[in-house]
T-cell receptor, first 114, second 113 residues
Framework: QQQVKQSPQSLIVQKGGISIINCAYE??????FPWYQQFPGKGPALLIA?????SEKKEGRFTISFNKSAKQFSLHIMDSQPGDSATYFC?????????????FGSGTKLNVKP | DGGITQSPKYLFRKEGQNVTLSCEQN?????MYWYRQDPGQGLRLIYY???????QKGDIAEGYSVSREKKESFPLTVTSAQKNPTAFYLC????????????FGPGTRLTVL
C-alpha cells in the first residue's frame, strides 16, 4: 500500500509554462513534506519542503501548496525551463522523531520543451 | 567537500552471486539509509541505521543485508536470495532527528546477467 500517491507519472510543458505535480496522502500523522529533484543517473536532491502549519511556501520559481483538509500537496514550477527537466518525487514523514523515515511518491518525469 | 560516495557506479552480477555496494559519508550524520529505485515505483526503503552497530529492516529487506561498524560507512550486500536484484540503489544519510534533509549519494546501478 503506497502511503503517498503522486500524479501525473509524466508531464510535458513548454518553456515558460507552469508545471504542476500533485501528491496525496492518507496518514494524518505526516507532518513534513519535502520535494526532491533527480536528474538521470544521479541521486535525488532536496528542492523545497513544507510543514502543515503553512499553506504555501515559495522558493524562487518553486512553490509548494498544501491543503491539510484535503490531505494533498502540490509542486508548482513557474516559468519552467529546459534545465528543470528531471524526475520529481514528493515525500512525507511522521514521528517518531528519532530518525527521519520518508515515504516517497512514485515520481513524475518532467520534460520542458524549448 | 562533504558528501556521500557510492561505489561502484555500475555493477554486474551473475545469478547466484552475492555483491556488496559501498556507501561512505563524511557529513557526520548519525542516520543512514538504503533505497531501491525501480521505474515507476519511486524509492523503497531497504534498511536504515540510526546509530553504529544498530540497523532496522525497511519495507523490502528480504534478500539484502547490511552492517554499520563505523559511523561513516553503511555497506549493502545483495544476496543470491534477492529474486529480482536488477535496480538502481541509492544510499542516503541525515541527522538523526526529524525535519532534516536526507542527502543522497549518486547511486549504484546493479544488473544481474
Amino acid at each position: 500500500q503506497q502511503q503517498v500517491k503522486q500524479s501525473p507519472q509524466s508531464l510535458i510543458v513548454q518553456k515558460g509554462g507552469i508545471s504542476i505535480i500533485n501528491c496525496a496522502y492518507e496518514n494524518t500523522a505526516f507532518d513534513y513534506f519535502p520535494w526532491y529533484q533527480q536528474f538521470p543517473g544521479k541521486g535525488p536532491a532536496l528542492l523545497i519542503a513544507i510543514r502543515p502549519d503553512v499553506s504555501e511556501k515559495k522558493e524562487g520559481r518553486f512553490t509548494i501548496s498544501f491543503n491539510k483538509s484535503a490531505k494533498q500537496f502540490s509542486l508548482h514550477i513557474m516559468d519552467s525551463q529546459p534545465g528543470d527537466s528531471a524526475t520529481y518525487f514528493c515525500a512525507a514523514s511522521r514521528p517518531p522523531y528519532n530518525f527521519n523515515k520518508f515515504y516517497f511518491g512514485s515520481g513524475t518525469k518532467l520534460n520542458v520543451k524549448p | 567537500d562533504g558528501g556521500i560516495t557510492q561505489s561502484p557506479k555500475y555493477l554486474f552480477r551473475k545469478e547466484g552471486q552475492n555483491v556488496t555496494l559501498s556507501c561512505e559519508q563524511n557529513l557526520n550524520h548519525d542516520a543512514m539509509y538504503w533505497y531501491r529505485q525501480d521505474p515507476g515505483q519511486g524509492l523503497r526503503l531497504i534498511y536504515y541505521s540510526q546509530i553504529v552497530n544498530d540497523f532496522q529492516k525497511g519495507d523490502i529487506a528480504e534478500g539484502y543485508s547490511v552492517s554499520r561498524e563505523k559511523k561513516e560507512s553503511f555497506p549493502l550486500t545483495v544476496t543470491s536470495a534477492q529474486k529480482n536484484p536488477t535496480a538502481f540503489y541509492l544510499c542516503a544519510s541525515s541527522m538523526a532527528s526529524t525535519y532534516n534533509e536526507q542527502f543522497f549519494g549518486p547511486g549504484t546501478r546493479l544488473t544481474v546477467l
